[in-house]
């Protein structure tokens, strides 16, 4: 058998048509046969090195093309490309159905979402913000996505008015689903006076839920936007009036009850400081901090969340990721 050099020269010499030969070899030997490339180079009389290269090239030329086919409905080439232009640590894009209704399309969401919480490593703790989409979230959590958890409440979340949907229950639902256990934080998100939540937080039982918050690893929240329908409004949080008020001083929408402008800056000081629940330069310490949104109206508060760093993971719909990659 020729000596590697040999091999090496004769690899040089041959011709585009019968290096393109050789490259389908190795290809169809690679994925198909499931051959090493030890095996490769014995058979076709090259060095470990040349059939790595031949394959690398036939990669790089088009002629093995590499798709990822996920068996759930995800859009694996629009995730990358959030990732690289945001930096997060994973994505996941849900196909947009132009007939599906919003539910429908929140459904989606949610359901991609419970699969990302699932496939995470086991955190004994985690901590989750309320709302329409965080209740979707935890409706389709598979069973013992995470079995024994403990799931706190990262921002207050006791109603001061009846709604017709009950969205202030998301940790005792994530906890259930993990026959694990709730960690609640029975305050209001947004109180009167700021020395009410100055008192609040000195009172060891408030301020040991909040403790337990700051050390979750993996948070988990929605992205709400700032319309007369949210769940703030809603609750009886902040009055229709104020939310006027408040996209007058260029707020987007809300992330943990706390509401910020296209950069993520805090716009109003003084409701913010009325308010109950992590701090959102918190978020960027997190190992995971899990955005979660679909929807027309939650475009700009998740571009705002992207840009300030509060998540390093988004779970969205296709329509929203094209706007994100455009407008950002």
């Known amino acids: 058998m020729a000596e590697a050099g040999q091999r090496d020269v004769h690899l040089r010499d041959l011709s585009a048509d019968e290096r393109l030969q050789l490259m389908i070899q190795v290809a169809k030997r690679y994925y198909h046969l499931d051959m090493t490339m030890g095996e490769i180079a014995a058979e076709l009389g090259l060095t470990r090195w040349q059939a790595s290269r031949l394959l690398a090239d036939a990669r790089e030329s088009g002629v093995v093309r590499i798709e990822i086919v996920p068996h759930t409905p995800r859009l694996p080439e629009l995730e990358s490309r959030l990732q690289r232009r945001f930096g997060l640590k994973d994505a996941v894009v849900v196909p947009q159905d132009p007939d599906a209704s919003d539910e429908l399309m929140l459904d989606t969401v949610a359901q991609a979402a419970g699969r990302l919480l699932a496939g995470l490593d086991r955190y004994k703790l985690v901590g989750v913000s309320w709302g329409r989409t965080m209740s979707a979230v935890a409706r389709r959590l598979p069973p013992f996505w995470n079995k024994g958890v403990e799931v706190v ?68 929240f929605g992205l709400g936007a700032i319309a007369a329908d949210s769940v703030l409004v809603q609750s009886g949080f902040v009055g229709e009036a104020e939310v006027q008020h408040l996209k007058a001083k260029g707020a987007v929408g809300d992330i943990l009850s706390r509401y910020i402008d296209a950069e993520g800056r805090i716009v109003d000081p003084d409701l913010d400081a009325r308010t109950i629940g992590a701090d959102l330069a918190s978020c ?29 993971v988004l779970v969205t719909d296709e329509q929203t990721a094209l706007f994100l990659l455009e407008a950002g």
């Open 284 to 312: 960027r310490e997190r190992a995971f901090a899990i955005g979660v949104g679909t929807g027309r109206a939650k475009h700009a508060v998740t571009l705002a969340a992207l840009r300030a760093g509060y998540l390093n």
């Open 153 to 220: 409440m990262l921002n207050g979340a006791m109603y001061l008015r009846d709604s017709p949907l009950r969205t202030n229950n998301v940790a005792e639902l994530f906890a259930r689903a993990a026959n694990g256990h709730a960690i609640l934080l029975p305050v209001p998100a947004i109180l009167g006076k700021a020395a009410t939540r100055v008192a609040l937080e000195q009172d060891p039982t408030i301020a040991g839920v909040l403790e337990v918050g700051r050390k979750a690893e993996v948070i988990c």
